[in-house]
């Protein structure tokens, strides 16, 4: 109501009628006006009852605060692509990473022979051997948690299939080792050689296997001794062994199977039963020792006294024990 009342105030004082003429020489209602109708005022001098002149309105006060910002506006259309930059100049030319390549290749090499390598002897294929001998020849065997590994087998003796993991011949290789080395294992496959302890403990640790040993003395005489039960205990346990069952010729003088439950001893390992000694530095060799008068067949190979010999028949010219799946 009241700003309809300001409207019609507005609306006379700038286009008064003849009936308001003189109603607007009045000095309070031209105050009126000018309180109502700003751009009247803005416009007009009006004189007041005694003949006081009101001047304009003053300046235009501080600006008020911006109000809410509005709602974000619809996105914009793409413009065209750019025209493509000069091409820069060519950086020097790189050095082919020989060792990245060959280590890459060898990984590739080891999940083919993973994939199709046999897990034992009796699997393997003679064409497949990587060298030959009269008795059997080199072949990559994948062994569990070791991988691909070279062994011997043999695969004439007593039905073959024989994975070979300890030979004495030449004497040309050093047994006198330490703990690293026959848990790695060392020598030549075709010649002297040791199979790791690891690897013979994942091929045994299932069970079912049986262990042959093989010796001849120099005068020519043979002697086997055979055992149908042949496992090596675990790393953590120092490959204990364990072995039972045995028969052949030179069981009767057998101190191999005496030695069963014994852990695995070397020259920087001493973990025989012997309280007074260190049988694994006596004896010269590494080897399951329970009290330093067992088998050593690792000993000294051109020794003819207890450090290197099979119970009492020192006079070795060959020795070799293998193991295999039992039929």
């Known amino acids: 109501m009241e700003s309809l009342i300001t409207l019609l105030l507005c609306s006379f004082a700038f286009n008064p009628s003849p009936t308001w003429a003189t109603t607007l020489q009045s000095s309070h209602f031209k105050e009126l006006i000018c309180n109502q109708c700003q751009q009247y005022c803005e416009n007009t001098d009006l004189v007041t009852a005694g003949n006081t002149r009101v ?68 699997g393997v294929k003679s064409d497949a051997a990587l060298s030959r001998t009269d008795s059997g020849g080199v072949f990559k065997l994948f062994i569990p948690e070791v991988g691909v590994r070279n062994l011997f087998c043999d695969l004439t003796d007593d039905g073959g299939n024989w994975v070979v993991f300890q030979r004495r011949m030449y004497g040309n290789v050093n047994f006198y080792r330490g703990w690293g080395d026959y ?30 040993i093989k010796m001849i003395m120099k005068n020519g ?38 030695n069963n439950f014994s852990q695995f001893s070397t020259k920087d390992a001493d973990n025989d039963v012997a309280s007074w000694t260190h049988c694994a530095s006596d004896l010269e060799a590494g080897g399951w020792f329970r009290s330093c008068d067992s088998t050593n067949l690792n000993g000294n190979f051109n020794r003819t006294d207890s450090k290197g010999f099979w119970w009492g028949y020192y006079d070795l010219r060959f020795s070799e024990m293998k193991l295999r799946k039992r039929a």
């Open 221 to 258: 005489v043979y002697w086997v001794a055979k055992y149908s039960d042949f496992r090596i205990g675990p790393g953590s346990d120092k490959y204990r062994l364990h072995v039972s069952g045995d028969s052949g010729n030179a069981t009767d003088e057998d101190d191999f199977s005496g």
């Open 55 to 122: 001047g304009k309105a003053g300046p235009r006060g501080l600006r008020g605060f911006p109000g809410p910002r509005g709602p974000i506006g619809e996105p914009g259309v793409i413009g065209p692509r750019g025209r493509n930059g000069p091409v820069g100049a060519r950086g020097s030319e790189g050095v082919v990473n020989m060792t990245l390549i060959e280590q890459s290749m060898d990984r590739k090499i080891e999940e083919v022979h993973q994939m199709y390598a046999p897990r034992s002897c009796d």
């Open 183 to 212: 848990v790695k294992g060392f020598g030549d496959l075709q010649g002297d050689h040791w199979l790791g302890l690891e690897a013979r403990h994942q091929i045994t640790k299932d069970g079912n296997m049986e262990m042959k």
